[in-house]
Structure formats: C-alpha cells, structure tokens
Nanobody, 114 residues
Framework: QVQLAESGGGFVEPGGSLSLSCAAS????????MGWYRQAPGKQRELVVR?????TTTISESVKDRFTHSRDKNSIYLQMNSLRFDDTAVYYC??????????WGQGTQVTVSS
C-alpha cells in the first residue's frame, strides 16, 4: 500500500516563501505521476502542479511564475515564492501508480497572513 507523507507548510506573510515535500513509501516501483493539489476553504480542490515519470508537467496558471517544483523517483517538492493571501489552502500530495491507482496524502496547511 502506497502512503504519501507530506512535510512543510505553515504560516508566512504575503511575499514570503515556503517549501513542501512529499515522499511515497510502500512501493519500490516508480510512481507514474506525482503532484500537488490544494483546497481553500469553501472551494473545490484544484491542481497546483503534476508531473509524470517522463517529465510531462502541468502547472496552474495562477502559480506558474511563483512556484517551482522538482521530482525524483517517488518524491516531489514544491517551492512556493511570492506567496499571496489566496494561496492559503490545504495542500495535498497526489500520486498515480502504473495501474492507475490514485493515492492522496493527508494534506498540509499553508496560511498566508499578515
């Protein structure tokens, strides 16, 4: 059973930076896709960034000039810069295995506040 462990997040003032990490355990096989989603209060969960094992990346227009990401086999990292109030959300790590099973982390809170 694949498990995703997220770390990072917390409180930051507008314009600040935070980094998130997600590591998968429970598999020696490379995961096909890993990514980050977020859910703000009262809103639907939305894609932040996802990347496949071949390097194909999809990133939200709202963050593409401020957030960077990197990935190794079964870990993914998100560097968030120039954070804004509307980046406040619970950030979830997501992964897809080769058999199209999807896994979610428990989420980590990011709060941008002055």
């Amino acid at each position: 059973q694949v498990q995703l462990a997220e770390s990072g997040g917390g409180f930051v003032e507008p314009g600040g930076s935070l980094s998130l990490s997600c590591a998968a355990s429970g598999t020696d096989v490379g995961l096909h896709t890993m990514g980050w989603y977020r859910q703000a209060p009262g809103k639907q969960r939305e894609l932040v960034v996802r990347t496949t094992s071949s390097g194909t990346t999809t990133i939200s227009e709202s963050v593409k000039d401020r957030f960077t990401h990197s990935r190794d086999k079964n870990s993914i990292y998100l560097q968030m810069n120039s954070l804004r109030f509307d980046d406040t959300a619970v950030y979830y790590c997501q992964a897809w295995s080769e058999d199209d099973t999807v896994y979610w982390g428990q989420g980590t809170q990011v709060t941008v506040s002055s």
